[in-house]
Nanobody, 125 residues
């Protein structure tokens, strides 16, 4: 089992940047695929980015809406996954969640087993 805690959210002006962190408990963090999702008020939770578990290389996967602006990375020594968000706009305003799965790597929220509590990102125009 793994517990996830997100941090790094806040208020930022349009065009600005934020870096979110997803800190995980447990010694087997490197064996989990991690996804970032977001949920805006009145909307369904949507996929943002994912990174594969440890291997010879890491695979990353982005939603079209964030590709080229967001970068997902991981530091297994710190049990942390990051989401660097650049060129933010008002449509990025949402609660951001990280999620973990030892078997699934992709964009389906229902396929992830563990979730954090979320961190609010608000982009002002």
């Amino acid at each position: 089992q793994v517990q996830l805690v997100e941090s790094g959210g806040g208020l930022v002006q349009a065009g600005g940047s934020l870096r979110l962190s997803c800190a995980a408990s447990g010694r087997t963090f490197s064996t989990y695929n991690i996804g970032w999702f977001r949920q805006a008020p009145g909307k369904e939770r949507e996929f943002a980015a994912a990174i594969s578990r440890s291997g010879s290389i890491y695979y990353t996967y982005y939603a079209d809406s964030v590709k080229g602006r967001f970068t997902i990375s991981r530091d297994n020594a710190k049990n942390t996954v990051y989401l660097q968000m650049n060129s933010l706009n008002s449509e990025d305003t949402a609660v951001y969640y990280c999620a973990a799965s030892s078997t699934y790597y992709g964009h389906s929220a229902s396929s992830y087993d563990y979730w954090g509590q979320g961190t609010q990102v608000t982009v002002s125009s």
